[in-house]
């Protein structure tokens, strides 16, 4: 990933963060940011609705299989766009619910999953336009069950194929302020 100053909305316990170079994140849960903190992520306990940052402040804000998780997730799109700055780009990660994969984990009785409400790419993409995202792209990757990979899987262009899809989008004219940012 090219330099700038990232953030990281749903971060746990900083296993994404930590290999992307992503130095701060946020999340509900206390525990999970203990973990983050050991991987070195400075972290706060805050919710992706409300983010505690000011205009513009960060380069890229991730959303790893966070969407899914979260109760508003038009909230925290604006919220994201509003802390990025120009130019800044969201990346979010999320498994495909109209893949094999987004099918297997909606079918196990994971307390893990039955909580998340998983959405096609299609449909974040849809989220991320009405966010006024702007030059939206995306790459796929596993293309086999997990427990059946034997090495790392290629990434594709597109979605459709892979279990697992990074839709990215970029913000672009002024900024400006939103109503779900608590001051």
């Known amino acids: 990933m090219p330099q700038g100053k990232r953030l990281e909305v749903g971060v746990g316990t900083g296993r994404f963060a930590a290999p992307l170079g992503v130095s701060i994140g946020i999340d509900t849960s206390s525990k999970m940011l203990k973990k983050a903190v050991e991987r070195g992520i400075t972290v706060i306990q805050a919710l992706g609705e409300y983010l505690p940052f000011k205009e513009a402040e960060f380069d890229y804000v991730l959303l790893i299989v966070t969407l899914c998780f979260v109760d508003n997730p038009q909230a925290v ?18 498994v495909d619910r109209d893949s094999f994969l987004g099918k297997v984990y909606q079918s196990k009785n994971s307390p893990f999953y039955k909580v998340a409400r998983l959405y096609s790419a299609q449909e974040v993409i849809e989220l991320l336009k009405v966010s006024d995202f702007k030059e939206i792209t995306t ?23 892979g279990g ?20």
Request: with cysteine; proline share 3%; aromatic share 8%.
């Open 77 to 94: 799109l604006a919220e994201s766009r509003r802390v990025l700055k120009p130019g800044g780009k969201l990346i979010v990660g999320i």
């Open 139 to 161: 790459i796929q990757t596993i293309f086999s069950l997990p427990e059946n990979l034997k090495e790392v899987e290629s990434v594709r262009q597109g979605y459709g194929q």
């Open 164 to 183: 697992f899809v990074v839709i990215c989008g970029k913000k672009g004219g002024k900024v400006e302020r939103t109503c779900y940012y608590q001051r």
